[in-house]
């Protein structure tokens, strides 16, 4: 079985919360230790794609939704993410 890119793991990550697999303390917990992780492999893999993943999830994402309810945290990682994976589909890189 190959191994996973470092985007793979955290587009699978991010996936695994939106679909209930894991818990918003764990995601909110692991997300930031995550991106510092795996961020510079990210950047050797592609930097454009993981300055965008950067963008979308954590800036425009985790970092924003902190007060958020629950239900308002899981809608905004929700749209943050569509809005990466529609950059990815819309060929900007």
Same mark, same amino acid.
């Given at each position: 079985m190959p191994k996973k890119s470092a985007l793979e793991t955290m587009i699978a990550f991010v996936q695994a919360y939106l679909d209930g697999a894991i818990s918003r303390l764990d995601f909110e !917990?692991?997300?930031n230790h995550e991106m510092i992780k795996l961020y510079? $492999?990210?950047?050797?893999?592609?930097s454009q794609i993981a300055d965008c993943f950067y963008f979308? !999830?954590?800036e425009e994402g985790v970092d924003q939704a902190m007060a958020l309810s629950d239900a308002a945290? $899981? $809608? !905004?990682i929700r749209k943050q993410f569509k809005e990466f994976t529609a950059a990815m589909r819309d060929g900007m890189f």
């Open positions: !917990l692991d997300f510079p $492999k990210m950047e050797r893999e592609n979308y !999830l954590a945290h $899981k $809608k !905004l």
